[in-house]
C-alpha cells in the first residue's frame, strides 16, 4: 500500500464549488504538506502543518484553507473553485524528528475548475 | 527569497550516456537538498537527500553532490537508460524560505534506444 494517498486523483468541478481535496498517510510523520503544480510555474507550497495543532500559510495560500484532523490525515480545501486553481495538487510528509525532514510526496489530485 | 535554477531545462541522450543535470540556488544557508523524479501526470519520487554538512550521496548509478558554499548542486547519472527518461527536480530546504522546500523548474530527461 502507498504511504501518502490522495483522494479523489481526478476532479472536474465548476467554479464557485467548494472542493475538498484529502490526504492521508502511514508513515507516521509529523509534518504534512500541500503543493500545486503548475506547468511553467513549478511546484508551490500553499499551507504546511509540522503537527496536529500547528497550521502555516505557504507562498500561495488565498483561496484555499486546510484542516489538520489527526497526525495522518491533512484536508485542503477551496471554498469557493475558481479557473486558475486548475492545477496537479500534491500532499507530502516528513518526519520532523530525524533531522533530515526528507519529504515524501503522495501520487497527486488532477483538479479542472470549469 | 530562495531562487532555484536547473540547467538544461531539457535534454536528449542516446542510452549508455553518463550526464550531468546541474541545480543552483540563491541563498547557501541550507539545511538540507533533494532530488527527485517526476513521472509525466505522476507524483514526486525521491532520489536523493543532501545533508548541508555533506558533500555527495549515492544512490545505485546516481551520484549527487553538494556545494554549498557556492549553491550548487549536481545530479550524475552513470549509464543512462530509457527508463530514465523523466522531469528531474531539485529543491532546497531552509534559509530564508524556512518551513518549505523551495523547487527548481526541472530538466526533462529523455533518453532514447
Known amino acids: 500500500d502507498a504511504d501518502v494517498t490522495q483522494t479523489p486523483r481526478n476532479r472536474i468541478t465548476k467554479t464557485g464549488k467548494r472542493i475538498m481535496l484529502e490526504c492521508s498517510q502511514t508513515k507516521g510523520h509529523d509534518r504534512m504538506y500541500w503543493y500545486r503544480q503548475d506547468p511553467g510555474l513549478g511546484l508551490r507550497l500553499i499551507y504546511y502543518s509540522f503537527d496536529v495543532k500547528d497550521i502555516n500559510k505557504g507562498e500561495i495560500s488565498d483561496g484555499y484553507s486546510v484542516s489538520r484532523q489527526a497526525q495522518a490525515k491533512f484536508s485542503l480545501s477551496l471554498e469557493s473553485a475558481i479557473p486558475n486553481q486548475t492545477a496537479l495538487y500534491f500532499c507530502?510528509?516528513?518526519?520532523?524528528?530525524?533531522?533530515?525532514?526528507?519529504?515524501?510526496f503522495g501520487p497527486g489530485t488532477r483538479l479542472t475548475v470549469l | 527569497k530562495q531562487e532555484v535554477t536547473q540547467i538544461p531545462a531539457a535534454l536528449s541522450v542516446p542510452e549508455g550516456e553518463n550526464l550531468v543535470l546541474n541545480c543552483s540556488f540563491t541563498?547557501?544557508?541550507?539545511?538540507?537538498l533533494q532530488w527527485f523524479r517526476q513521472d509525466p501526470g505522476k507524483g514526486l519520487t525521491s532520489l536523493l537527500l543532501i545533508q548541508s554538512s555533506q558533500r555527495e550521496q549515492t544512490s545505485g548509478r546516481l551520484n549527487a553532490s553538494l556545494d554549498k558554499s557556492s549553491g550548487r548542486s549536481t545530479l550524475y547519472i552513470a549509464a543512462s537508460q530509457p527508463g530514465d527518461s523523466a522531469t528531474y527536480l531539485c529543491a532546497v530546504w531552509g534559509g530564508t524560505s524556512y518551513g518549505k522546500l523551495t523547487f527548481g523548474q526541472g530538466t526533462i530527461l529523455t533518453v532514447h534506444p
Open positions: 507530502a510528509t516528513s518526519d520532523g524528528t530525524s533531522g533530515d525532514n526528507e519529504q515524501f
Open positions: 541563498d547557501s544557508a541550507i539545511y538540507n
